[in-house]
């Protein structure tokens, strides 16, 4: 079935650098939302996708809508202890259904 | 404008017994849909309900069920509880409206364990 991949699966990196995460799937989709996971909160909508080729900056996060509307990649610039979370990839299927890939859980070390 | 909020907000429950959880969508939002997440399978699509209609169902047991009242905020009913149903169970509102995804709006969860 349809499904999405993400990678890294996790990563550790040192407070200042930056960050670069992808999703990616065999399918066409025609929008690309992003959303970040706090440990113990709900995913909250950083960054919304909906024209390929589309690039989107929300503050130090920047996104893109891949040309062939078969990926999208988050980039994180300046790394913050608050940017540790697990970040997650959504679509919608042609039937309407969501799907979110497996996450990228981003640590932090200050 | 009040968020999504969900209830209970940590439930300890053992097999074979039944649990609803309740979710309250933010003001204007007509879809809330529920979700499973677990460490090893993420973010599972349970359904979706819009003006007390389900619209979309994942692929789950027909033990989970769902509804939705006049006012969208909604409910979740596990029956005959299993071992491998505890997770978070988180639920998201939206607009629902529209061509593009509706961005969505999630509560902070259900813990439900099962012992």
């Known amino acids: 079935g349809q499904q999405l991949n993400q990678s890294p699966q996790s990563m550790f990196i040192q407070e200042g650098e930056d960050v670069s995460m992808n999703c990616t799937s065999s399918?066409?989709?025609?929008?690309w939302l992003w959303y970040k996971q706090d440990p113990g909160e709900g995913p909250v909508l950083l960054i919304a996708?909906?024209?390929?080729?589309e690039l989107t900056s929300n503050g130090r996060l920047t996104a893109q809508f891949g040309i062939t509307r078969k990926d999208s990649f988050l980039n994180i610039s300046a790394s913050i202890p608050s940017d540790v979370g697990i970040y997650f990839c959504e679509v919608k299927t042609s039937y309407d259904k969501v799907i979110f890939g497996p996450g990228t859980s981003l640590s932090v070390i200050p | 404008k009040a968020g999504v909020t969900q209830t209970p907000r940590y439930l300890i429950k053992t097999r074979g017994q039944q649990v609803t959880l309740s979710c309250s969508p933010i003001?204007?939002?007509?879809?809330v849909s529920w979700y499973q997440q677990t460490p090893g399978q993420g973010l599972q699509f349970l359904f979706e309900y819009f003006s007390e209609t389900q619209r979309n169902k994942g692929n789950f047991p027909g033990r989970f069920s769902g509804r939705q009242f006049s006012n969208s905020r909604s409910e979740m009913n596990v029956s005959t509880l299993e071992l491998g149903d505890s997770a978070l169970y988180l639920c998201?509102?939206?607009?629902?409206?529209?061509?593009?995804?509706?961005?969505?709006?999630f509560g902070n969860g259900t813990r439900l364990t099962v012992t």
């Open positions: 399918s066409i989709f025609n929008t």
């Open positions: 998201a509102s939206s607009l629902g409206q529209g061509t593009h995804n509706s961005p969505l709006h």
């Open positions: 996708l909906y024209k390929a080729g």
């Open positions: 003001s204007g939002h007509r879809s």
